[in-house]
C-alpha cells in the first residue's frame, strides 16, 4: 500500500506545481448576452489572441493561460472596449464589469497592480475624450478654455502618476504610466527634463530585476539615448557661446598648475594663446610635446604662449611629465571628466583651438605647419 500512495502524493504535488505556473481570470460581464469576449496577451511587439467566449445570460466567463516568465500585459475585449490588466505571477484575478463603461467602470480583485493600471488608463480616457471634443466649429475662446482645462488635468494626471511610479519603479503599473499617450503623444518622456527622473527611475529598477526583459532592454536603451542626446545637446550649446558675437571670444578656463596656482586664459591678455586639450600618457605624447616647444621656443618672447588643459587620467603621471614644461599647464581634479571637455565640445586629443591678441578664436586643430602660419600672421 505504501508504493500507491507515494504515488499519489507525487502526483498530486505534480499537478499542483503544473497548476502554479498557470494563471486565472474570471469573472461577469453583465448586459452582454451573445457578445464575444476575447483575452489577449498584449506583448510588447503584437497582440496575441489567448482565447474567447460567447457570453450567455449569466455573462460568466473564465479563462487560464501559462504564467509569464515576467510580468506583464494581459486584456480582456469586448467589441472595440478594453480591460487592460497585469499579470505578476500565479494569479487569480476575478473582474465584474457590464457592457456599458465596460473599459472604465470595472471592479478587480486579485491584482493590485491592476487596480492602479485601471486608475492610471480611467484618469488618460478622461483627458483624451475632452481632447477629442476639440471640435473646429467651436469658437476660439472655448478652444482656449478646454485647452487650459486638458494642460491642467494632464499635470495633475502626472502628478498622481509620480507619486506611483515613486512608489514602486519596478512595478508594471510604473512601467505602464510612462508609456500612457493622449492624442498618440506620450505623456512622459526621457527627453523631457522634468520627466527623465521618472522613466529613469522605472528604466534602471527593471534592469536591476529583468535585465533581460525585452520591456526592460527596450525602456532601458530609449532612457539611455535621451541621456546621450542630452549630453550632446548640451555640448552643441556650450560650443554656440564660444561662436557668439558673430564667430569671435571663448569661454574663460580657470584650473590650477602644477604649482596649485589657478591660472586663466582670461589673464593672457593682449597675446596669441594656443588653448591645447591633450594628455601626457598617449604613445605621440613625446613627438607632440616637442612640437609644441617648438613654437613656443619661436614665438614665445613675441607675445605668444600655449594654455594647455591635461586630460590624463592618472595625476601623478601629469604632475612627472609637466615638471620642465615652460609653459602654462593646468589640469581639473576630475580628469578627463572635466566640465571643460563638454564646453569646448572636445571628442578626441590633441584638440586646439587658436585665439588673436583680440580674443577671438581664429582656427580649430590645424596641423603644425599651418599654425606656424597662423601664429606668424597674428603676432
Not at 467566449?53 to 466567463?61: M, S, Y
Not at 487560464?64 to 480591460?83: A, E, T
Not at 550649446?237 to 564667430?247: A, F, H, R
Request: hydrophobic share 35%; proline share 3%; charged share 25%.
Amino acid at each position: 500500500m505504501k508504493k500507491p500512495l507515494i504515488f499519489i502524493f507525487i502526483f498530486v504535488v505534480f499537478i499542483s506545481c503544473k497548476q502554479n505556473n498557470r494563471f486565472h481570470v474570471n469573472g461577469v460581464v453583465k448586459d452582454a448576452d451573445g457578445e464575444m469576449l476575447y483575452f489577449e496577451h498584449n506583448s510588447l511587439m503584437k497582440t496575441i489572441l489567448l482565447d474567447s467566449v460567447k457570453l450567455g445570460k449569466n455573462g460568466e466567463f473564465s479563462f487560464k493561460s501559462d504564467r509569464p516568465k515576467y510580468p506583464d500585459f494581459y486584456d480582456l475585449r469586448l467589441n472595440n472596449k478594453i480591460i487592460t490588466f497585469a499579470v505578476d505571477s500565479c494569479e487569480d484575478i476575478n473582474f465584474k464589469a457590464k457592457e456599458t463603461g465596460f473599459s472604465t467602470d470595472y471592479e478587480v480583485t486579485g491584482s493590485e497592480t491592476s487596480l492602479l493600471i485601471q486608475k492610471l488608463r480611467k484618469s488618460v480616457m478622461s483627458i483624451q475624450q475632452k481632447a477629442n471634443a476639440l471640435r473646429a466649429n467651436i469658437s476660439l475662446d472655448e478652444r482656449k478654455a478646454m485647452i487650459a482645462e486638458i494642460e491642467n488635468d494632464i499635470q495633475s494626471h502626472k502628478e498622481m502618476a509620480r507619486k506611483l511610479i515613486l512608489q514602486d519603479p519596478r512595478s508594471l503599473a510604473a512601467y505602464f504610466a510612462i508609456y500612457q499617450q493622449v492624442n498618440n503623444t506620450y505623456l512622459f518622456s526621457p527627453y523631457v527634463k522634468t520627466d527623465k527622473p521618472y522613466c529613469a527611475a522605472v528604466a534602471t529598477s527593471f534592469n536591476a530585476y529583468m535585465p533581460e526583459y525585452v520591456r526592460t532592454k527596450n525602456l532601458y536603451s530609449l532612457v539611455m539615448d535621451a541621456i546621450k542626446t542630452e549630453r550632446n545637446e548640451k555640448q552643441k550649446e556650450e560650443w554656440n557661446k564660444v561662436l557668439e558675437n558673430d564667430g569671435v571670444g571663448y569661454i574663460d578656463i580657470a584650473l590650477k598648475d602644477k604649482n596649485n596656482v589657478v591660472r586663466k586664459i582670461s589673464e593672457l591678455k593682449d597675446k596669441v594663446i594656443l588653448i591645447d586639450f591633450s594628455t601626457y600618457d598617449s604613445e605621440q605624447s613625446v613627438n607632440y610635446t616637442f612640437s609644441l616647444r617648438e613654437l613656443y621656443n619661436k614665438y614665445h618672447k613675441r607675445g605668444f604662449e600655449i594654455y594647455q588643459v591635461s586630460l590624463d587620467q592618472n595625476k601623478l603621471i601629469w604632475e612627472q611629465s609637466v615638471q620642465n614644461i615652460p609653459w602654462i599647464c593646468v589640469r581639473d581634479e576630475n580628469g578627463p571628466n572635466t566640465t571643460y571637455v563638454a564646453t569646448y565640445n572636445i571628442s578626441s586629443t590633441p584638440t586646439t583651438f587658436l585665439i588673436n591678441n583680440k580674443g577671438s578664436i581664429v582656427a580649430r586643430n590645424l596641423d603644425f605647419e599651418t599654425l606656424n602660419t597662423e601664429i606668424e600672421k597674428n603676432l
